[in-house]
């Protein structure tokens, strides 16, 4: 014999409102905003964003002399901070990633400013080439920041 729950219409409405609600609050989530590296020197840091990984600057919310801010994806931005940056050595694990779409039109573009690059290992001058076919390299900012350049489409 089947035994049935009784509820009231206002315990039935309750729920449902609980019901309804609950996919707008499990789908608020976290977007990813910006990153900020520090710099020693952000002319020179300017140079190699601009000329080096081609990034467009956007205006500076700030409106000061110690912040450059880059688009680095819809809606996604970067900033570079001039300041007193540690002296700590950096570390190829901690890396941002770039994509391109020739790895050897980017490695001409090394070799023309003079920019070393290395594979995963620390290599230099080594391309890695990654199990799911995409090819990749490691460059360092002016403040030995860790890059990730790779053709992945």
Request: hydrophobic share 40%.
């Amino acid at each position: 014999m089947l035994n049935y729950i009784q509820l009231k219409p206002s315990t039935i409405k309750i729920a449902l409102v609980l019901l309804l609600s609950f996919p707008l609050i499990s789908s608020a989530q976290t977007v990813f905003n910006h990153v900020a590296l520090c710099s020693k020197d952000l002319k020179k840091s300017n140079a190699f964003y601009t000329s080096v990984l081609n990034l467009k600057i956007v205006p500076n919310p700030f409106k000061d002399t110690v912040h450059t801010w880059y688009s680095i994806a819809p809606k996604i931005a970067m900033h570079v901070i001039q300041s007193d940056c540690s002296t700590a050595p950096k570390l190829i694990a901690d890396h941002i990633c770039f994509s391109v779409p020739s790895i050897s039109k980017f490695i001409a573009l090394l070799n023309e400013k003079k920019i070393t690059y290395c594979n995963w290992k620390g290599v230099a001058g080594q391309v890695e080439h990654r199990v799911d076919g995409v090819s990749q390299v490691y460059i360092q900012d002016p403040d030995g920041y860790w890059i990730e350049i790779n053709d992945a489409k």
